[in-house]
């Protein structure tokens, strides 16, 4: 059985220096720092840009795509990985009704 395509971005902090932000395993954006400070920022960048992604694919949705994500079942996942790794906190679609 192949696994269902998911259309939302995740986002991984390597905490070598890369952070990425994927779709369905390719990667669509990323970012490089060089220290802790840095990081932060950048993490925050990352983070306004997988929301704005959720609100541009939510905003451009008819009701074909709609019927097409449900049926998918797809949802967000963002991995914040390193022991060194800013503390966010991630909220799942399922939380915002």
């Known amino acids: 059985?192949?696994?269902?395509?998911?259309?939302?971005?995740?986002?991984?902090?390597?905490?070598?220096?890369?952070?990425?932000?994927?779709?369905?395993?390719?990667?669509?954006?990323?970012?490089?720092?060089?220290?802790?400070?840095?990081?932060?920022?950048k993490i925050r960048?990352?983070?306004?840009?997988?929301?704005?992604?959720?609100?541009?694919?939510?905003a451009g949705l008819d009701r074909a795509q709609e019927l097409f994500l449900n049926a998918l079942g797809a949802g967000p996942e963002i991995i914040i990985s390193g022991k060194d790794a800013p503390s966010l906190t991630v909220v799942s679609s399922d939380d915002t009704h």
Not at 17 to 37: C, F, L, Q
Request: proline share 4%; hydrophobic share 35%.
């Open 45 to 58: 960048m990352a983070r306004e840009f997988c929301e704005g992604w959720h609100t541009g694919f939510g």
């Open 1 to 41: 059985m192949s696994a269902k395509p998911n259309f939302f971005p995740r986002l991984i902090d390597n905490d070598e220096g890369e952070i990425t932000v994927t779709v369905n395993g390719v990667e669509i954006r990323g970012w490089s720092y060089a220290d802790r400070d840095e990081q932060y920022l």
